[in-house]
């Protein structure tokens, strides 16, 4: 068995912010797309601006998908959204299971199984 750790320590408060933040960040530049390719079609020289726009979009996303991988987990320091080569943006880390608003909701008395839980803890 693990031993116990809390989900909602207030220790983790900075790292959960940075974790939802990377996370609208990443959610915004993907939203951003539609609305901004549609102004862009509608000008004059849409050619040209359909290029800025895709190429500037492309930019952002690839930013924004590198810092939602690299956040940290607070609790278990592992990457929050990366197990190995797989980015998967779920509202739980993907090796200890702390959620996403650990800091702002009740706390679990029993952490829910993480979804890939690492394979060293063996006992
Ligand atoms: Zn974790």
Not at 90 to 119: I, T, W, Y
Request: aromatic share 12%; glycine share 2%; with cysteine.
């Amino acid at each position: 068995m693990d031993e116990y750790k809390p989900t909602n320590s207030p220790d983790y408060i900075p790292g959960l912010k940075k974790v939802r933040s990377r996370r609208l960040f990443l959610w915004l530049v993907i939203i951003v797309y539609l609305p901004a390719m549609m102004l862009a079609l509608d000008s004059p020289d849409y050619k040209t601006w359909v290029a800025v726009v895709f190429v500037t979009w492309l930019v952002l996303l690839i930013v924004a998908v590198a810092f939602a991988c690299l956040v940290r987990c607070p609790r278990c320091g592992n990457c929050f959204h990366t197990h190995g080569p797989t980015f998967l943006p779920f509202r739980r880390c993907l090796h200890c299971s702390l959620h996403v608003n650990a800091d702002k909701r009740a706390p679990e008395e029993h952490s829910p199984q993480a979804r890939f839980p690492d394979q060293e803890t063996d006992d």
